[in-house]
């Protein structure tokens, strides 16, 4: 089935009525995912793509039984909206735009785990199950159905590592993209026990990328915790120190967040290195991953 989206999966989108939002829940719809509610103040009774606009979450909650949530609004309005979305109910939150505030992400990292909400992002492309759905901007013609779980910090490379897996017939239970900032609302390990306790997810495909720490920090959960085979890939060889690299998570301060550090962390875990893209399908089928 795969993690976090499932048959029970209602989703709400926030702005729906812009050109993003309305863009994207039409992929969303056309790929099957149960999109039951837009949201955007003031244009409630309106709808998109035939999908019923609401003024608050609340009301479209009540009127759908919608319980996850994703973001199409500017970075500005994006902490009011998640403390909405969580006081509503929602219990999965995919939170697309760059450029919130960090010490927004942090109010509403805390809240989250506060309230038991699942969230990521944020600068996200989202996440998609193959055969189920998917909330955000994943193309799902990549994606093939099977066992092999995805967590990317990089949206593009997320995509190629799927189309990767697919052109082998390796299918995936989920992609995650987990968001690519300092501070994102759910961490690397976090994502990686959901795979580990997914019964449908048989290995699991770690892409990481220069800077931060979060590849490290997952390392101790891959040598304490997880049973099934770990592969992991870190984007941003020929960084240079002290630059940032598009991302605002990646940048390398000092020794902390370099490619060498990160594989050789993950190296040490257990986890094997993949030194190109290319070699994830190699590496499935080493595995007998499906």
Not at 206 to 213: L, Q, R, S
């Amino acid at each position: 089935m795969g993690i976090l989206i499932d048959d029970s999966t209602r989703v709400i989108v926030q702005g729906i009525t812009g050109r993003i939002g309305s863009i994207q829940t039409r992929w969303m719809l056309a790929y099957g995912t149960k999109v039951v509610a837009g949201v955007t103040p003031g244009k409630g009774g309106s709808a998109v793509e035939g999908v019923p606009v609401f003024d608050s979450v609340e009301d479209a909650v009540k009127e759908t039984g919608a319980n996850a949530s994703v973001f199409f609004v500017p970075a500005a309005f994006v902490l009011d909206a998640f403390l909405e979305n969580v006081d509503a109910g929602i219990k999965l939150i995919v939170v697309i735009p760059e450029h919130v505030p960090v010490h927004d992400v942090m109010k509403m990292r805390a809240y989250a785990i506060e309230k038991g909400v699942i969230a990521l992002g944020p600068t996200t492309p989202g996440l998609l199950v193959p055969g189920k759905g998917k909330m955000g901007l994943m193309p799902a013609s990549l994606s093939l159905a099977g066992g092999v779980g995805i967590i990317s910090r990089s949206g593009t490379l997320s995509y190629e590592f799927a189309g990767i897996l697919s052109e082998c017939r390796v299918g995936q239970s989920a992609v995650v993209g987990m968001g690519a900032d300092p501070v994102v609302l759910t961490n690397l390990a976090d994502i990686l026990r959901l795979f580990e306790e997914d019964e449908d997810t048989e290995g699991v495909i770690i892409v990481g990328e220069v800077g931060g720490d979060q590849e490290e920090k997952a390392a101790q959960f891959i040598k304490e915790r997880m049973s099934k085979p770990v592969a992991t890939y870190i984007a941003g060889r020929y960084s240079p120190q002290g630059k940032y690299m598009g991302h605002a998570g990646a940048i390398i301060r000092g020794s902390a967040g370099t490619v060498a550090g990160k594989q050789e962390a993950l190296s040490a875990a257990g986890a094997a290195v993949l030194k190109s893209p290319v070699d994830a399908g190699h590496w499935a089928k080493q595995h007998s991953l499906r």
